[in-house]
């Protein structure tokens, strides 16, 4: 999330650099500037509502000629208030039965709401949000259209929902071509001949645009598009089904089998990131990496899997907006960037410096959501994109790797007659979250979608089910979910459900959805529609991530102004740094044994109805143990929260760690803290995650927010002798600017960089851990019940270690010592019952957990100091 905070100037610049951009004319000329607001809300076609208006007769005007509809007042009834609950307090008016048959035709034109004012000055006057009435009056039909293009028999029929255009044409590969306009959906289509297969092709849209206030004719590609141009410039009619697209093996792919939400360990990998410098590989920076069986990338991919990794989580791997998609045309860095000193700021100037006209982006700024981006294929101009991401999919699936997509619905890389703008130069005002005064909502960063609206949901629907039949994806992460309806994200789930090997070629049941629940902007607290958040998606078996866990594991929160307030797994009380933020040694004691709290929810699945004894005694449910004035448990069921201690989003967990141990803490300690913090998302009930390259102690040099900080700062590096990328420079000053003086004496210290020992260390004791949690059957328990029988903190209490957590589960003990110190838990009714290290640990690659013992005598438990320990009966 922390990349909302500066990709909006990027994405401005980046727009400016492509010369080759879809047009726009003016279609006619300007009438006069109308008002700036559209504060006037058409929810249906009975019914406005307008803010700051009075309780008196008012019109809706439309056209030049002066024609109106006419409004008199009412009041919302319980249905639309119901619908548009945060309009539920603002003046209501009903259009006249007699004027509303004029609905369809004033919508296709300028549109404003106006009253006389009460003292006989100049009238009021507001533009109009029309989204409502235009769901009312189409959404029925246009739900049911088949949208972009369509083949049959060889033939395309290319439709697109534009309902509010004066007219519609088909610019295909430099010629016009009419299309015809269907009332009842508002769906403009045409038929073509098998010869258009292939080709080019834009929609001419002529539409009133209010944001700037004349009719103009737009040259726009198919938000359906299935196939693309270079840059975006033109949609291709493209065939997914086509037997020409399908590489080889392609359908007879065997995937691995399928492993439930609640099972599933998760690898988040940004597909630059993973090769773009592996020597190893014969397709850096592409699809076609993941083909590369003996690139060292692969390699360790295929490692992971065989210890329990079950997916590979892409971050955006669909078309973007912010990348140069010819590799001719992105920039690189003209510095020797090796050479420069750990702690410079040269580094990052050098890389800021072409960074919007460089390959890199995270990739959340979407242009067409259903299309491959470009910039990942050998050729982007054409279908090469396509075949080469199959073939991806049957790499991972090959390594014994299931995929999931990370999409991004919430917003769109721009609005309005930006040229990068798709949705909101067919239907202006309609595919996008305005704010009461007609504004573009952009609370996630950019231009807020609104899924709310029949047609932008369908849209999300719609591509998923393209992404799961066409390109065998298995599962899907949703970018900021919290901003989608619940209803929204339960109609992909139902539609994915519907998709059988038999039909469809995909077990659709068997695909895995997650995502970001956030609760913020202006849909917060379900201030527009129920939202998709952690709390409303508990019981659905759509899980969202888990930031209690997070922070308790880490310290601190994603935005302290000082990075070195410590956590359960950085130090807090029991290895203390020198910074102020950590309080006391009461106090930071007392934090860290509510944060130990946290932690015991997150390994019991984060369940509200967990009960357990928390760090002082009392008997609680997860839901009352306190996360920053909210439940800390709000799981129905083991799956509905994700578990990770790092993700791309902030500091890599390595970096910090780095800021958070005591600056004295050797290597080897710091790889064995960075386990400590792995083992609490590994060992948890319920889906986990991690970022690719946590194992391996990867580092971003301290950047907290790399989404545009190119393959210098973010690349993984597969060979230790590479070393984990710390010590690269200073972080990009955009967003890390006021950490440099806390950064600049940890870059400058060689003793922060690990070497290969710690490196291979860390890998090893983290796949024993992944291994021991896919043979024990009990770290996936299926149900609430199964979690509170079987999982238990004896020693939970005030007299409990500060810096350790001993878990019991079904037959296992599991220790996390997070302390500097060997530490002896006794558990009296273990006592006389026969204990052992578990025997992957026993076998494994780390000799210090092979120092855990167990005495029968007493049930006592002693653990080296920064080990996880697991203890099996015999």
Same mark, same amino acid.
């Given at each position: 999330?922390?990349?909302?905070?500066?990709?909006?100037?990027?994405?401005?610049?980046?727009?400016?650099?492509?010369?080759?951009?879809?047009?726009?004319?003016?279609?006619?000329?300007?009438?006069?500037?109308?008002?700036?607001?559209?504060?006037?809300?058409?929810?249906?076609?009975?019914?406005?509502?307008?803010?700051?208006?009075?309780?008196?007769?008012?019109?809706?005007?439309?056209?030049?000629?002066?024609?109106?509809?006419?409004?008199?007042?009412?009041?919302?009834?319980?249905?639309?208030?119901?619908?548009?609950?945060?309009?539920?307090?603002?003046?209501?008016?009903?259009?006249?039965?007699?004027?509303?048959?004029?609905?369809?035709?004033?919508?296709?034109?300028?549109?404003?709401?106006?009253?006389?004012?009460?003292?006989?000055?100049?009238? /009021?006057?507001?533009?109009?949000?029309?989204?409502?009435?235009?769901?009312?009056?189409?959404?029925?039909?246009?739900?049911?259209?088949?949208?972009?293009?369509?083949?049959?028999?060889?033939?395309?029929?290319?439709?697109?929902?534009?309902?509010?255009?004066?007219?519609?044409?088909?610019?295909?590969?430099?010629?016009?071509?009419?299309?015809?306009?269907?009332?009842?959906?508002?769906?403009?289509?045409?038929?073509?001949?098998?010869?258009?297969?292939?080709?080019?092709?834009?929609?001419?849209?002529?539409?009133?645009?209010?944001?700037?206030?004349?009719?103009?004719?737009?040259?726009?590609?198919?938000?359906?598009?299935?196939?693309?141009?270079?840059?975006?410039?033109?949609?291709?009619?493209?065939?997914?089904?086509?037997?020409?697209?399908?590489?080889?093996?392609?359908?007879?792919?065997?995937?691995?089998?399928?492993?439930?939400?609640?099972?599933?360990?998760?690898?988040?990998?940004?597909?630059?990131?993973?090769?773009?410098?592996?020597?190893?590989?014969?397709?850096?920076?592409?699809?076609?990496?993941?083909?590369?069986?003996?690139?060292?990338?692969?390699?360790?991919?295929?490692?992971?899997?065989?210890?329990?990794?079950?997916?590979?989580?892409?971050?955006?791997?669909?078309?973007?907006?912010?990348?140069?998609?010819?590799?001719?045309?992105?920039?690189?860095?003209?510095?020797?960037?090796?050479?420069?000193?750990?702690?410079?700021?040269?580094?990052?100037?050098?890389?800021?410096?072409?960074?919007?006209?460089?390959?890199?982006?995270?990739?959340?700024?979407?242009?067409?959501?259903?299309?491959?981006?470009? &910039?990942?294929?050998?050729?982007?101009?054409?279908?090469?994109?396509?075949?080469?991401?199959?073939?991806?999919?049957?790499?991972?699936?090959?390594?014994?790797?299931?995929?999931?997509?990370?999409?991004?619905?919430?917003?769109?890389?721009?609005?309005?007659?930006?040229?990068?703008?798709?949705?909101?130069?067919?239907?202006?005002?309609?595919?996008?979250?305005?704010?009461?005064?007609?504004?573009?909502?952009?609370?996630?960063?950019?231009?807020?979608?609104?899924?709310?609206?029949?047609?932008?949901?369908?849209?999300?629907?719609?591509?998923?089910?393209?992404?799961?039949?066409?390109?065998? =994806?298995?599962?899907?992460?949703?970018?900021?979910?919290?901003?989608?309806?619940?209803?929204?994200?339960?109609?992909?789930?139902?539609?994915?459900?519907?998709?059988?090997?038999?039909?469809?070629?995909?077990?659709?049941?068997?695909?895995?959805?997650?995502?970001?629940?956030?609760?913020?902007?202006?849909?917060?607290?379900?201030?527009?529609?129920?939202?998709?958040?952690?709390?409303?998606?508990?019981?659905?078996?759509?899980?969202?991530?888990?930031?209690?866990?997070?922070?308790?594991?880490?310290?601190?929160?994603?935005?302290?102004?000082?990075?070195?307030?410590?956590?359960?797994?950085?130090?807090?009380?029991?290895?203390?740094?020198?910074?102020?933020?950590?309080?006391?040694?009461?106090?930071?004691?007392?934090?860290?044994?509510?944060?130990?709290?946290? =932690?015991?929810?997150?390994?019991?699945?984060?369940?509200?109805?967990?009960?357990?004894?928390?760090?002082?005694?009392?008997?609680?449910?997860?839901?009352?143990?306190?996360?920053?004035?909210?439940?800390?448990?709000?799981?129905?069921?083991?799956?509905?929260?994700?578990?990770?201690?790092?993700?791309?989003?902030?500091?890599?967990?390595?970096? /910090?760690?780095?800021?958070?141990?005591?600056?004295?803490?050797?290597?080897?300690?710091?790889?064995?803290?960075?386990? =400590?913090?792995?083992?609490?998302?590994?060992?948890?009930?319920?889906?986990?995650?991690?970022?690719?390259?946590?194992?391996?102690?990867?580092?971003? &040099?301290?950047?907290?927010?790399?989404?545009? &900080?190119?393959?210098?700062?973010?690349?993984?590096?597969?060979?230790?002798?590479?070393?984990?990328?710390?010590?690269?420079?200073?972080?990009?000053?955009?967003?890390?600017?006021?950490?440099?003086?806390?950064?600049?004496?940890?870059?400058?210290?060689?003793?922060?960089?690990?070497?290969?020992?710690?490196?291979?260390?860390?890998?090893?004791?983290?796949?024993?851990?992944?291994?021991?949690?896919?043979?024990?059957?009990?770290?996936?328990?299926?149900?609430?019940?199964?979690?509170?029988?079987?999982?238990?903190?004896?020693?939970?209490?005030?007299?409990?270690?500060?810096?350790? =957590?001993?878990?019991?589960?079904?037959?296992?003990?599991?220790?996390?010592?997070?302390?500097?110190?060997?530490?002896?838990?006794?558990?009296?009714?273990?006592?006389?019952?026969?204990?052992?290290?578990?025997?992957?640990?026993?076998?494994?690659?780390?000799?210090?957990?092979?120092?855990?013992?167990?005495?029968?005598?007493?049930?006592?438990?002693?653990?080296?100091?920064?080990?996880?320990?697991?203890?099996?009966?015999?």
């Amino acid at each position: 999330m922390n990349r909302i905070l500066r990709r909006t100037v990027a994405v401005m610049a980046m727009v400016l650099s492509v010369a080759a951009l879809p047009a726009v004319a003016p279609a006619s000329a300007a009438p006069p500037p109308g008002p700036a607001k559209a504060e006037a809300q058409w929810i249906n076609r009975a019914t406005v509502v307008w803010k700051g208006a009075r309780h008196a007769d008012a019109q809706l005007e439309f056209g030049d000629q002066g024609r109106r509809l006419r409004l008199t007042p009412t009041a919302l009834a319980p249905a639309e208030k119901a619908a548009f609950p945060h309009l539920k307090d603002f003046p209501a008016f009903t259009v006249d039965p007699r004027d509303r048959a004029l609905t369809a035709t004033a919508l296709r034109d300028r549109l404003l709401a106006t009253q006389r004012s009460a003292d006989g000055g100049p009238p /009021a006057a507001t533009g109009v949000q029309i989204p409502g009435v235009l769901d009312d009056l189409y959404g029925k039909a246009a739900a049911r259209a088949r949208l972009g293009p369509v083949f049959r028999h060889g033939r395309p029929t290319l439709s697109v929902w534009a309902p509010t255009a004066r007219t519609v044409s088909l610019d295909l590969d430099g010629r016009t071509v009419p299309m015809r306009r269907d009332d009842a959906s508002g769906v403009w289509s045409v038929r073509g001949e098998r010869s258009w297969t292939g080709k080019p092709y834009r929609y001419a849209v002529t539409v009133w645009a209010p944001t700037v206030a004349r009719t103009v004719t737009n040259l726009v590609t198919d938000p359906y598009s299935t196939a693309l141009t270079a840059d975006s410039t033109r949609s291709l009619a493209v065939d997914l089904a086509g037997p020409r697209l399908a590489p080889k093996g392609w359908n007879r792919l065997r995937k691995p089998t399928a492993v439930p939400l609640r099972n599933a360990r998760i690898q988040e990998l940004h597909l630059r990131d993973f090769s773009a410098q592996d020597r190893t590989s014969r397709h850096p920076g592409g699809y076609l990496a993941f083909t590369d069986r003996r690139s060292d990338g692969m390699r360790h991919l295929r490692a992971l899997a065989r210890a329990g990794t079950s997916y590979v989580h892409l971050l955006p791997v669909f078309d973007i907006g912010t990348v140069p998609e010819r590799r001719a045309d992105q920039a690189v860095p003209d510095c020797d960037l090796a050479a420069l000193p750990a702690d410079s700021e040269q580094q990052q100037e050098c890389v800021t410096k072409t960074a919007v006209k460089d390959a890199y982006n995270w990739g959340y700024d979407p242009l067409h959501h259903t299309v491959p981006e470009g &910039s990942y294929a050998s050729d982007p101009d054409g279908t090469a994109r396509t075949v080469e991401f199959r073939r991806m999919v049957q790499g991972l699936n090959g390594a014994g790797l299931r995929t999931v997509m990370d999409v991004v619905y919430n917003h769109t890389v721009a609005a309005g007659q930006d040229p990068r703008s798709v949705l909101d130069r067919i239907v202006p005002g309609y595919y996008h979250r305005l704010l009461d005064d007609g504004s573009v909502a952009t609370s996630t960063c950019c231009a807020n979608t609104a899924p709310e609206h029949t047609m932008m949901g369908k849209l999300v629907v719609d591509s998923v089910v393209t992404w799961a039949r066409h390109y065998k =994806i298995d599962g899907f992460r949703f970018d900021l979910m919290g901003h989608h309806p619940k209803a929204n994200i339960l109609a992909v789930r139902a539609a994915l459900d519907a998709l059988t090997l038999k039909k469809d070629g995909v077990d659709g049941k068997a695909i895995v959805l997650y995502g970001e629940g956030w609760n913020f902007g202006e849909a917060a607290d379900d201030a527009r529609f129920v939202q998709a958040t952690q709390k409303n998606m508990a019981g659905t078996g759509i899980a969202t991530f888990n930031d209690r866990l997070r922070d308790a594991v880490r310290g601190g929160g994603p935005f302290d102004a000082d990075p070195r307030v410590q956590g359960f797994a950085s130090g807090l009380y029991t290895d203390p740094n020198s910074s102020p933020a950590n309080g006391n040694p009461a106090e930071q004691r007392s934090r860290l044994l509510h944060q130990q709290d946290l =932690i015991k929810v997150g390994l019991a699945g984060n369940l509200a109805g967990y009960t357990f004894t928390d760090s002082l005694g009392r008997r609680v449910k997860g839901a009352q143990v306190d996360y920053n004035g909210a439940p800390a448990g709000y799981a129905a069921a083991p799956g509905d929260a994700l578990a990770y201690a790092d993700a791309h989003d902030n500091e890599t967990l390595y970096d /910090a760690l780095a800021y958070k141990l005591p600056q004295h803490t050797a290597p080897a300690d710091r790889a064995r803290m960075q386990v =400590i913090a792995l083992a609490t998302a590994a060992l948890a009930q319920g889906p986990a995650l991690s970022q690719a390259g946590t194992d391996l102690l990867r580092s971003k &040099s301290l950047d907290r927010n790399s989404y545009d &900080s190119g393959d210098w700062f973010n690349a993984i590096h597969w060979n230790c002798a590479d070393g984990n990328g710390f010590g690269r420079g200073l972080p990009p000053a955009a967003d890390n600017k006021d950490k440099w003086p806390y950064a600049r004496p940890l870059l400058a210290d060689p003793a922060l960089r690990p070497g290969c020992a710690e490196i291979r260390a860390t890998t090893a004791a983290y796949q024993d851990l992944l291994r021991i949690r896919a043979d024990e059957p009990d770290f996936g328990l299926a149900t609430a019940d199964r979690v509170q029988d079987r999982l238990s903190f004896p020693l939970s209490g005030p007299e409990e270690t500060p810096g350790v =957590i001993t878990m019991r589960l079904g037959k296992l003990v599991v220790v996390f010592n997070a302390s500097p110190r060997q530490q002896s838990q006794r558990i009296p009714a273990s006592a006389g019952t026969r204990y052992a290290l578990h025997r992957v640990q026993a076998r494994g690659a780390d000799p210090v957990v092979k120092r855990s013992t167990y005495d029968r005598t007493s049930g006592t438990f002693t653990v080296p100091a920064r080990t996880v320990a697991v203890f099996t009966t015999r």
